[in-house]
């Protein structure tokens, strides 16, 4: 079973940063992509930013320029920095990888941020 597993969150100030790994337990070349999901209190999951095998980046349009995913081969880890964080950006934030139509998630890392 494919295992991933987020590290990185936190609480922190508007204006802030924070870098949220993702590492897997297999090679994440086994996956077709690998994104950063995120969860508000009352709000439906929604795709952050994720990365294709290829290197293709895809961002929502709330972080753009605020938000890069970027990958780790050698460590299969795939890592989130975010900068000017928002209060609005207060989520719970989970890894997934995709195979086939397959999803594999991770367990979720808060992120909190305060005005």
């Known amino acids: 079973q494919e295992q991933l597993v987020e590290s990185g969150g936190g609480l922190v100030q508007a204006g802030g940063s924070l870098r949220l790994s993702c590492a897997a337990s297999i090679s994440i070349f086994s996956f077709n992509a690998m994104g950063w999901y995120r969860r508000a209190p009352g709000k439906q999951r929604e795709l952050v930013a994720d990365?294709?095998?290829?290197?293709?980046?895809n961002y929502t349009d709330s972080v753009k320029g605020r938000f890069f995913i970027f990958r780790d081969n050698a460590k299969n880890t795939v890592y989130l920095r975010m900068n000017s964080l928002k209060p609005e950006d207060t989520a719970v934030y989970y890894c997934?990888?995709?195979?086939?139509?397959?999803?594999?998630w991770g367990q979720g890392t808060q992120v909190t941020v305060s005005s």
């Open positions: 990365i294709t095998r290829a290197g293709i980046t």
């Open positions: 997934a990888g995709t195979v086939g139509i397959d999803y594999y």
